[in-house]
């Protein structure tokens, strides 16, 4: 099993849709937890970062974690098509991260 | 700033060539990982740096060199290139870890794409 599991998709939504992007982890030493975007050809750019449990909201984004079920959450709102690209989670501990293989996103207007 | 540059974008390789990629950060970062992604396995850690001078093995360590003379600069060597090796390469960049005080983030390059022949 991996530290960190991601349902691929790919996730096909229409423009103005809530975004729902799940991963669950099992290292129970993980405190640090980020979701990454990548545009396709890009490299990853950090888009949440959460240090241990709770929400963390930035504009249409919102970021949970729930260490007691080892579930990672990004929820996005009013979807655009600019949103479309693959999601990264990833769980990190001792400088080191561990990434899920990503959700495929695609926001079609 | 710059941020993480990465030389080169783009290579081709034929098997048993070797070649130097190279990973510059200008944000004064004490941490620096190499990464390879290939499509359906996400991103995979092959060797990280925690500061000049040293490195450690990732996940996929096999055929790869590093080293970290300069604090800015982590190179990443493939000695004889094979085909399992076609990737897309990143290196990324981060402070100093302290449980949630200075934004432990990593902050990717854009990449290089090798492919092994």
């Known amino acids: 099993q991996k530290e960190v599991e991601q349902d691929p998709g790919p996730l096909s939504v229409p423009e103005g849709a809530i975004v729902s992007l799940n991963c669950t982890y099992s290292n129970s030493a993980f405190q640090y937890f980020m979701w990454y975007r990548q545009y396709s050809r890009k490299g990853p750019e950090l888009l949440m970062y959460?240090?241990?449990?709770g929400n963390k909201e930035d504009g249409r984004f919102t970021a949970q974690v729930d260490k007691s079920s080892k579930y990672i959450s990004l929820f996005i709102r009013d979807s655009q098509p600019s949103d479309s690209a693959t999601y990264l989670c990833?769980?990190?501990?001792?400088?080191?991260?561990?990434f899920g293989k990503g959700t495929l996103l695609t926001v079609n207007p | 700033n710059a941020g993480v540059t990465q030389t080169p974008k783009f290579r081709v390789l034929k098997t048993g060539q070797s070649m130097t990629l190279l990973c510059a950060q200008d944000m004064n970062h004490e941490y620096m990982y190499w990464y390879r992604q290939d499509p359906g396995m996400g991103l995979r850690l092959i060797h990280y740096?925690?500061?000049?001078?040293?490195?450690a093995k990732g996940e996929v360590p096999d055929g790869y060199n590093v080293s970290r003379l300069k604090k800015q600069n982590f190179l990443l060597g493939l000695e004889s290139a094979a085909p399992s090796q076609t990737s897309v390469y990143f290196c990324?960049?981060?402070?100093?870890?302290?449980?949630?005080?200075?934004?432990?983030?990593?902050?990717f390059g854009p990449g290089t794409r090798l492919l092994v022949l």
């Open positions: 959460t240090y241990s449990s």
């Open positions: 990324a960049s981060s402070p100093v870890w302290d449980r949630g005080s200075s934004g432990e983030t990593q902050y």
């Open positions: 990833g769980g990190g501990s001792n400088y080191k991260l561990t």
């Open positions: 740096s925690v500061g000049e001078g040293t490195t």
